[in-house]
């Protein structure tokens, strides 16, 4: 099992709460009291918290639909974490090029951080709270029959529109990460 530090609990929880204060529309309904009870019933979720954060995901509570329907974690960095770039979608993809191999593939990343990509209906989400990844993109979390085609789905937002587009999964590029997220 994955632990912290409680010195970086510590500091952790202070920016969490510092986040959680400062955007307030990302989470209505929700207190912070709430989230610790959370998080104290499950430490692990920290160290993946932490994940998040050493990369440049900047993670915040984030309310998908209604209160309900869960509270989690999301990468809300204003474009894709800076730790998580130049990353293929996955394993088959970064086993299937034969040159300039990225050094590791979004999907793989993601389960050892122990997050799951966006999907497409929590991008959205993610694009109405704000302006994210306008000047970078994120992979997705591709459905199946896509991928069973060598593609996968990654979203952006240019001209105040949240665009998804397609590529091979093998591709990469120095401005193309990916964002997680976990419930609470």
């Not at 610790?36 to 993946?48: A, D």
């Not at 954060?53 to 998908?64: A, H, I, K, S």
Request: glycine share 6%; net charge negative; proline share 4%.
């Amino acid at each position: 099992m994955n632990q912290l530090a409680n010195e970086r609990k510590a500091e952790l929880l202070r920016l969490l709460e510092h986040r959680f204060t400062k955007y307030p529309e990302r989470h209505p309904h929700v207190s912070f009291s709430l989230v610790l009870e959370k998080l104290q019933s499950n430490v692990s979720l920290l160290w993946t918290i932490d994940q998040m954060e050493l990369t440049g995901g900047e993670p915040d509570v984030v309310c998908l639909g209604q209160p309900t329907d869960g509270i989690y974690v999301m990468d809300c960095s204003k474009e894709s974490p800076s730790g998580r770039r130049s990353l293929c979608y996955d394993q088959s993809a970064l086993e299937a090029r034969k040159e300039f191999k990225p050094v590791n593939s979004a999907m793989n990343m993601a389960n050892q951080m122990g997050v799951t990509l966006l999907n497409e209906e929590q991008y959205l989400i993610l694009q109405s709270l704000g302006d994210f990844d306008t000047k970078t993109s994120s992979w997705l979390l591709t459905p199946t029959e896509i991928r069973d085609l060598d593609g996968a789905i990654f979203g952006d937002k240019r001209y105040n529109h949240t665009f998804f587009y397609h590529n091979g999964a093998q591709s990469y590029y120095k401005d193309r990460g990916f964002r997680g997220i976990i419930q609470l």
